[in-house]
T-cell receptor, first 112, second 114 residues
């Protein structure tokens, strides 16, 4: 079955630095991968989707890469701010295309 | 577009009681999903509707769980004879009528079973 791993449960960085979060997957070759942000007590919010034929995608201070050979996606937040503190979830669509499979998430804390 | 709404936001119940949650998706979205999330975990898929048809159910959805989406609009998730292990955040999401692309999540219903 498809499996997703987000290597770090928690990441602490200082304001202004770049945060890099990792997502690895196995047993599957997804057509696309997504990243969501989740704040405590709230539902996930979509951030970015990257397709298998896209190596990199950017949105404001966010950048996502997708390496289908390594089966890995990297999620970068540049010039991080305390407001970026949240849990970031990586997600793949299942093989049936009917639902998302989420990683456990990485909780990012940005200190000022 | 008012987003996905869920009701109630919090529910505390005693073991053995039945509970029902409601989800109102974004109005033009044909697809509706239910997920469950426990502390420190990502959301886990429970079930999926295309309009009023329930097309897929996870093995996590035991026979104590039932979901409906009458008329293809709002959806309800009922848990019968609740157990302490049912304590979790229950999330509803919706998406337009294509493959499980971007999903729009509601705020969730936090269930606590005492």
């Amino acid at each position: 079955s498809q499996k997703i791993e987000q290597n770090s449960e928690a990441l602490n960085i200082q304001e202004g630095k770049t945060a890099t979060l990792t997502c690895n997957y196995t047993n599957y070759s997804p057509a696309y991968l997504q990243w969501y942000r989740q704040d405590p007590g709230r539902g996930p919010v979509f951030l970015l989707l990257i397709r298998e034929n896209e190596k990199e995608k950017r949105k404001e201070r966010l950048k996502v890469t997708f390496d289908t050979t390594l089966k890995q996606s990297l999620f970068h937040i540049t010039a991080s701010q305390p407001a970026d503190s949240a849990t970031y979830l990586c997600a793949l669509v299942n093989q049936a295309g009917t639902a998302l499979i989420f990683g456990k998430g990485t909780t990012l804390s940005v200190s000022s | 577009d008012t987003g996905v709404s869920q009701d109630p936001r919090h529910k505390i119940t005693k073991r053995g009681q039945n509970v029902t949650f409601r989800c109102d998706p974004i109005s033009e979205h044909n697809r509706l999903y239910w997920y469950r999330q426990t502390l420190g975990q990502g959301p886990e898929f429970l079930t999926y509707f295309q309009n009023e048809a329930q097309l897929e159910k996870s093995r996590l959805l035991s026979d104590r769980f039932s979901a409906e989406r009458p008329k293809g609009s709002f959806s309800t998730l009922e848990i019968q004879r609740t157990e302490q292990g049912d304590s979790a955040m229950y999330l509803c999401a919706s998406s337009p009528d294509r493959a499980a692309d971007t999903q729009y999540f509601g705020p969730g219903t936090r269930l606590t079973v005492l």
